[in-house]
């Protein structure tokens, strides 16, 4: 609201009063007592937009105001004989008319926002950066200065790039818009200055002896559904209240497209829904004796004929004195939409996700469709995703299993010695993996199995502790295949709880699933520990561990891809051959083993520059210029030739 007196106030609203309008340039004025014949001041916004007055009058001579900063505004004679004013602010002067027959010049002219009209450039700032602070930056760029302190919501929000150079056509106010998208507010410019003003309670009372003629419609709102959306792919992310809906119907307020929150919408939009989340307000439109005073995102109670009372927000206004004063005042009602709920996410869960991203800035599309959830701080991920730039498409897929916490979970992977990684062995006995068609044929997945005879093999699960507050399940299970004799112990245990599979002398089994089900962990780890002894020991195969309250099918763990051949985790990658030879890439090393001597030694490695092989074959030449060595292999001497290179 622009502060008035009340003694201004009270002047607006007799039946009779004298006001006189006015126009600054600085080192001139036009006034309604001598040229100026009228002024018109109007705005249109609407929630989570931006304002801009436009001015527009008309007075007698020829002063050249085009190009040129004026001020707007009016005065108000009070009972003591003096006058009070209301100052519209600084407007530009963009067109100029003048009638050459009636000597009436026509200017129309725009408040501060018209800064903001420009092409956005690029300037120079440090990210990631605060949106607040960012603001302020992005309102001096285009030669205008923030008014808030601070803004209601996400004034820390991280801005992590550059958003804008790429897109085309982006105007600094259409960053404005999408900031206030990201506040919840409106941009207004409010004593020359910028606001991202939140809805504002004046305590005004607008009655219906200040009006002449009064609209209402039913009441917008309450909001109880808030979207962020991609449009037009319909790729939405949502959070509502079904109780408000159940009692007024649903009233969605969407906000497409916004780069600001784009990349984190699920972590954005709470702060969002809870300033937006209730509001209503009556779409009206009323023409007033003329007030003056009231501004864009102002809230106040109109009272009807009857003595009703409707509680509006404004977000459009025009006033105009061209000899009297006439003022309109209005609200419409925000557009409807309606969001395909059932194809929405929200923010409540999050397991599988269907999105197509248009990233403007980066000038690429991209389709992701994944499965994916976060189990202690471990995300576990499938996906296929198609990019597509200007220089073609690229399509990649990622099954990283992720639902296993047991890693190398059927022996793949094993170290230059044979020990299988990720696993603690005990015991003298022996331990021996291999490529399994019988447990395949049994309804195993892996294909792989590992056999124990009087020796332990043991791994500690990270897991998540269960509470009441926080309660998680978790679920373990195993395939094991054993003979008569001999035993076959699995157990899974931690410093409170101990669970075991047992299957004892005199009892076999082909390749039965077993299970553990129902964990609900009382420390943050198990000890799972494999054994078998006497007989001719027992086979293990589709080792899982997982959320959830039963068993899942077996999977590798996140990040693995593994089999008899190759080996891809964390650590790098390993591609072995049946006779033990192997080669690893990893960030220690580049380098190839080979068991010839009956133990693994490293044949071949890159140090920095340096390539350091044991043995090193040619056939034709061996090259360093300005010399090469090649084979003299005919003739009297045989042997080698150093001759120029060419």
Not at 286 to 313: A, P, Q, S
Request: with cysteine; net charge negative.
């Amino acid at each position: 609201m622009i502060v008035v007196s009340d003694d201004f106030k009270t002047a607006m609203k007799q039946p009779v009063k004298e006001i006189q309008a006015f126009i600054d340039a600085g080192d001139f004025s036009i006034r309604d007592e001598d040229d100026l014949i009228s002024f018109k001041i109007s705005c249109e916004s609407g929630l989570c937009k931006s304002a801009m007055r436009k001015l527009e009058a008309k007075y007698l001579g020829e002063h050249n105001l085009v190009g040129k900063w004026v001020t707007a505004g009016f005065g108000v004679k009070l009972a003591s004989g003096a006058y009070d004013q209301l100052h519209y602010g600084s407007f530009l002067v963009m067109e100029q008319t003048v009638t050459k027959d009636t000597g009436i010049t026509e200017i129309v002219a725009y408040d501060k926002m018209v800064n903001a009209m420009t092409k956005y450039e690029k300037f120079d700032i440090a990210y990631p950066v605060g949106l607040y602070a960012y603001t302020k930056a992005l309102c001096e760029a285009c030669n205008l200065e923030l008014g808030n302190g601070s803004f209601p919501i996400h004034n820390d929000w991280q801005i992590e790039r550059e958003l804008w150079e790429n897109i085309d056509g982006i105007t600094y106010r259409d960053i404005f818009v999408q900031i206030a998208q990201a506040t919840a507010t409106t941009c207004i410019i409010h004593d020359d200055k910028v606001w991202f003003k939140s809805i504002t309670a004046t305590g005004e009372r607008l009655t219906y002896d200040n009006m002449f003629k009064l609209k209402l419609e039913p009441m917008y709102g309450e909001i109880n559904s808030v979207v962020l959306a991609r449009t037009p792919q319909e790729d939405n992310v949502f959070k509502r209240d079904e109780e408000s809906i159940a009692v007024y119907g649903l009233t969605e307020f969407k906000i497409e497209n916004n780069e600001i929150v784009d990349k984190n919408r699920e972590g954005a939009i709470l702060p969002i829904y809870n300033e937006l989340v209730t509001l209503s307000y009556y779409p009206f439109e009323c023409t007033t004796e003329g007030l003056g005073w009231y501004e864009i995102g102002d809230h106040f109670c109109i009272v009807n004929d009857t003595g009703d009372e409707f509680y509006t927000t404004l977000f459009n206004y025009n006033i105009t004195i061209d000899g009297g004063i006439k003022e309109t005042l209005k609200a419409a009602a925000e557009s409807k939409t309606q969001t395909q709920y059932q194809y929405a996410t929200s923010i409540v869960k999050r397991l599988k996700n269907a999105e197509i991203i248009v990233n403007k800035q980066d000038n690429e599309i991209k389709s992701l469709v994944s499965d994916m959830y976060d189990e202690g701080g471990v995300v576990n991920q499938k996906y296929s995703q198609i990019v597509q730039d200007i220089n073609g498409i690229v399509a990649s897929v990622q099954n990283s299993g992720g639902s296993n916490l047991i890693k190398n979970s059927v022996m793949f992977a094993v170290d230059k010695d044979g020990n299988p990684l990720d696993w603690v062995t005990d015991g003298k006995g022996t331990l021996t993996r291999q490529s399994d068609t019988a447990a395949l044929s049994s309804g195993g997945i892996s294909g792989h199995s590992f056999t124990l005879l009087g020796k332990e093999v043991s791994q500690n699960v990270t897991v998540k502790v269960s509470t009441d507050a926080d309660p998680i399940t978790y679920s373990f299970s195993i395939r094991i295949s054993k003979g008569i004799a001999g035993e076959a112990i699995v157990t899974l245990l931690n410093d409170f709880e101990e669970h075991e599979i047992w299957i004892k002398d005199g009892e076999s089994t082909a390749y039965v699933e077993y299970e553990i089900k129902g964990l609900h962990p009382k420390q943050n780890y198990y000890k799972v520990i494999v054994s078998s002894s006497g007989g001719d020991g027992a086979t293990f195969t589709d080792a899982m561990f997982a959320v959830g309250e039963y068993k899942s099918k077996w999977t590798q763990a996140n990040g693995e891809v593994m089999n008899t051949q190759v080996c891809v985790s964390v650590d790098g990658i390993t591609v072995q051959r049946d006779d033990g030879d192997y080669t690893v890439m990893s960030p220690q090393e580049f380098a190839g083993y080979t068991k010839v001597s009956g133990t693994a030694e490293k044949v071949f490695s890159l140090n920095k520059d340096v390539t350091e092989v044991k043995k090193l074959e040619a056939e034709d030449e061996l090259k360093m210029p300005p010399i090469k060595i090649v084979p003299v292999t005919a003739g009297d001497i045989q042997g080698w030739a150093f001759v120029p290179t060419t």
